[in-house]
């Protein structure tokens, strides 16, 4: 089975752009969650959805956005994009996303860089 | 914001030493947590799903520990291997404010031939 799937790999924006973000959970799992992850820091919870509803929301801007679509897999989407926001960007996905037993499988990232 | 610490934050060891780090998070309102083995230019890996104070998971020569009423876990590796070098993650999931793992900075292994 594919795990999770992330693309693009790389992406290079410039200051002020936009960017989409894509992700595809693993077959049977319904819950997508996103995190950004900078150097020297633990990944930051950006959004959690389950069923194609948020479930929970990190300490982002609005410029931040997701959604998810009917066969669960998920877009991220940030706006007017700062230097700050060059990261890593990961997907996880899980059964319910809920729960103790609510193990996530991540997909390989995206990595952004704003010029 | 939940404050989750992780120590020491880089570590090398010989190949076939022992080693084990700490994962600090806060002691009240406990659901879970989560370890992670993220090797360098791969995905994070589950390891261990930790959720009952006193709970002991073991997968090979790797095991965790969770004590949630002082609030730390320790992940132990016995008899390292250069295979072993990664960065360890743990994640503590908050349910009371909607479902959200906080992670710690991790604490990055090197297991040296």
Redesign the interface.
């Given at each position: 089975d594919a795990g999770v799937t992330q693309s693009p790999t790389h992406l290079i924006k410039t200051r002020g752009q936009q960017v989409t973000l894509r992700c595809s959970p693993i077959s049977g799992h319904k819950s997508v969650s996103w995190y950004q992850q900078v150097l020297g820091q633990g990944p930051q919870f950006i959004f959690q959805y389950y069923e194609k509803e948020e479930r929970g929301r990190g300490n982002f801007p609005d410029r931040f956005s997701a959604r998810q679509f009917p066969n669960y897999s998920s877009e991220l989407n940030v706006n007017a994009l700062l230097l700050g926001d060059s990261a890593l960007y990961l997907c996880a996905s899980s059964w319910t996303g809920q729960g103790h037993y609510n193990e996530q499988f991540f997909g390989p990232g995206t990595r952004l860089t704003v010029l | 914001?939940l404050n989750?610490e992780?120590s020491p934050q880089s570590l090398h060891v010989q190949e076939g030493d022992s080693t084990n780090f700490t994962c600090s998070f806060p002691s009240s309102n406990f659901?879970?947590l989560?370890w992670?083995r993220w090797e360098t230019a791969?995905?994070?890996?589950?390891l261990f799903?930790m959720?009952l104070n006193g709970d002991e998971k073991k997968k090979g020569r790797i095991s965790a520990t969770l004590n949630t009423k002082e609030g730390y876990s320790y992940l132990y590796i016995k008899g390292s291997q250069p295979e072993d070098s990664a960065t360890y993650?743990c994640?503590f999931?908050d349910y009371t404010g909607?479902?959200?793992?906080?992670?710690?900075?991790?604490t990055s292994l090197t297991v040296i031939p």
């Open positions: - | 914001i989750v992780q659901y879970a989560h992670y791969k995905s994070p890996e589950a799903v959720t993650l994640a999931l909607g479902n959200q793992f906080y992670f710690g900075t991790g």
